[in-house]
């Protein structure tokens, strides 16, 4: 099967999480699809929050069926607290009108992300635009002073995988089986619910529990492909 690679970086990032707000804003520690939905429709120019006309963003109408795969170049990003003034006028009811924002960002993140080809024509136009680097809108890591550097274009081949073999990509935990550890190199687990889709009317993130190890797994789901020896898994 045919896919897009991509190396997808920046010297920081915030994919803001909803639930936590009251002193500092937390992050997701990966992009997730949503997320990663939102910087291809910058790409190809649809309209995002508070701009569409339907329920839910143009770009996520439109992108929603991608199939997508994310393969962290490490499994744990640095995190930093960056406190700054946000002083214009309507920040705040505060006195003075300054707000005081903390939040957490990630250092240097780095994905490599794959997308499955279809017959789509935003599929066409993304892929187009990918390899010529002309993006309608500037693509960023969840703010827009995070601005995101997209690289090493081309073009791969996935196939099924046909046996136990490494995850290198996010992938949702009920998909997979964990069936034995590295015998040599490092031994990680990661393992957060992170968002996968926009609920209807409600525009609230859909989670599911997402995991990436060096363990060797065993596979549950036909989401699973073979990318240069290693397993990915793609949704």
């Known amino acids: 099967m045919k896919a897009i ?38 790409i190809l120019g649809l309209r995002g929050y508070g701009n569409s006309k339907g329920d839910l ?15 962290p170049q490490k499994p744990y990003f640095t995190k930093k607290i960056v406190t700054f003034n946000n002083s214009v006028g309507y920040a705040s009811q505060e006195q003075g009108g300054n707000l005081i924002v903390r939040e957490q960002w990630l250092e240097n993140p780095a994905w490599e992300i794959l997308v499955l080809e279809n017959e789509s024509d935003e599929f066409k136009e993304l892929e187009k635009r990918l390899f010529k680097k ?6 960023y890591l969840g703010k ?17 995988a046909s046996s136990d073999m490494v995850c290198i990509s996010l992938a949702k ?32 993130y859909e989670y599911e529990k997402i995991v990436l190890s060096s363990w060797v797994v065993e596979r549950r789901s036909e989401e699973f492909f073979e990318y240069e020896g290693k397993g990915v898994w793609c949704e």
């Not at 770009?59 to 069926?65: G, Q, W």
């Not at 995070?146 to 996935?158: G, Q, R, S, T």
């Open 5 to 42: 690679s991509f190396k997808l970086s920046g010297r920081f990032a915030h994919f803001k999480k909803p639930d936590v707000n009251s002193h500092t804003y937390f992050t997701y520690s990966h992009i997730h699809k949503v997320a990663l939905l939102g910087i291809f429709g910058s």
């Open 57 to 71: 963003p143009e770009f996520y109408e439109r992108l929603k069926d991608f199939k997508v795969s994310i393969i």
């Open 134 to 139: 002309e993006f309608v809108y500037v693509p």
């Open 144 to 160: 827009n002073d995070h601005f995101a550097n997209i690289d090493e274009v081309k073009e791969v081949e996935l196939k099924e």
């Open 173 to 204: 935990k009920d998909d997979l089986v964990l069936k034995k550890a590295p015998r040599f190199g490092s031994n990680f687990f990661y393992e957060e619910y992170l968002p996968m889709r926009l609920k209807e009317k409600f525009l609230i």
